[in-house]
Each structure stands twice: as C-alpha cells, then as structure tokens.
C-alpha cells in the first residue's frame, strides 16, 4: 500500500494512506510526497489525490491587477512622510500648524503600507502644507517680534 507524507512549508508529515490522508484536511496546496513522486509536488497536481478534493470548491485565483499591485507596492517608496520637519516646526515655532503636520506625517506610511496609495500621497501633501504653514507663519512672527524689539530699543534713546 503506497504511503504519502505531506508538508506545511515547515514540518513532513506521514506516512499516512489516502483514507488518512482525506481526514487531514489537506488542499490542493499542500505539497506532497510519496516514493514514485520524486519531489514535493501541490496535491491537486497529483491524478490519484484529485478524490481527495471532489467535494472541495476550487481555489480561489489572484486576480493579475490585484498581483501586480502587490509588486507595485514592494517596489514603491512611500512618499515623504514630512515627520522631522513637522516635529521640529512644533518645537521651534508654532505649535497647532506643526501638531497637524505631525498627525498628517503619522499617517504617511501606514496608509502606504496597507495599500492605499493615494491616502498616502494625501497625508504627506497634507503634511506639508500644514508644516510649510507653521514654518512660514514662525518666521514672519520672529520678524515681526524683531521690528517690534528694534523699535522699541530705537523709541527708549530718544
């Protein structure tokens, strides 16, 4: 009587025969092996195993847009998260505008991350307005603080 073991990527199992192979609960994934095989082949590759999976809906196929988003993603950078310059606006200028950069910047990878690419793409453009607005904001307050000094200095002379 022929004898199968099969594999779930990390651990053999078996020996076992068809009828205990069938309460195993393998798919047509599995890999499996038994000594004519040769090498570890997907059971629903195998004629004699096909009994096995009569019953069983066939699998479900990867669609070719949802695959080559997949490999779109690995190759994909995520875009500028804008996170130091946020974090920095907030410590050195202006506080509300550079916290919003911060919560915009938080969400940058996260969003790419699982898949939504134009989430991303928003958060960092949302990022960096709101960060550009703290710095532009901090820098004509310092400006203004400085006239306003150099004023004050020039009116106590006279």
Not at 37 to 60: D, Q
């Amino acid at each position: 009587m022929k004898k199968y073991f099969y594999t779930d990527g990390t651990n053999k199992f078996g020996p076992f025969t068809i009828e205990e192979l069938k309460e195993k609960g393998i798919t047509r994934e599995t890999n499996v092996w038994f000594q004519e095989l040769g090498e570890w082949k997907p059971a629903g590759s195998v004629e004699e195993l096909n009994e096995l999976f009569r019953n069983m809906p066939p699998p479900l196929n990867k669609t070719k847009s949802n695959e080559h988003n997949i490999e779109n993603l690995t190759l994909q950078k995520p875009p500028k998260t804008w996170l130091v310059e946020s974090i920095l606006v907030t410590i050195l200028c202006c506080l509300p505008f550079g916290i919003a950069g911060i919560v915009n910047a938080s969400k940058v990878e996260s969003r790419f991350y699982s898949g939504d690419v134009e989430g991303a793409n928003k958060s960092s453009a949302d990022a960096k307005k709101w960060t550009t607005i703290g710095l532009i904001l901090g820098i004509v307050g310092t400006v203004i603080y400085l006239i306003l000094v150099l004023a004050g200095v020039a009116s106590s002379q006279f």
